[in-house]
């Protein structure tokens, strides 16, 4: 059973930036696909950045440029720095993680963490 405890959401202004940290256990990281997921109210969960097969990355287009997604192996930790935040970045973050070494985010992946809210204020 792998479990993901997110941390690091807040409330910023407009243009701010935020570091969301998730922290994994029960198995190694270097062996899944990792991903942060956001959901707003009354709107769908969307991927939007992932690291996969390693070392490749992805990005929605509506973060691209903005949010970098990276992690740390030895701590078995990955990470989500969000700069120059917009209002629509608002919703609640989750960090996922999946076995299936090739997944891009634009699918479900198998485990979610609990989720942490980050806010942006114009």
């Known amino acids: 059973q792998v479990t993901l405890v997110e941390s690091g959401g807040g409330s910023v202004q407009a243009g701010g930036s935020l570091k969301l940290s998730c922290v994994v256990s029960g198995n190694t990281i270097n062996r899944y696909s990792v991903a942060w997921f956001r959901q707003a109210p009354g709107e769908e969960r969307e991927g939007v950045a992932g690291i996969y097969a390693g070392s490749n990355t992805f990005y929605s287009d509506p973060v691209k440029g903005r949010f970098t997604i990276y992690k740390d192996d030895a701590k078995n930790e990955f990470y989500l720095q969000m700069d120059v935040l917009k209002p629509e970045d608002t919703a609640t973050y989750y960090c996922?993680?999946?076995?299936?070494?090739?997944?891009?985010?634009?699918?479900?992946?198998?485990?979610y963490g609990q989720g942490t809210q980050v806010t942006v204020s114009s």
């Open positions: 996922a993680a999946d076995p299936k070494r090739y997944l891009v985010p634009v699918y479900p992946y198998l485990y």
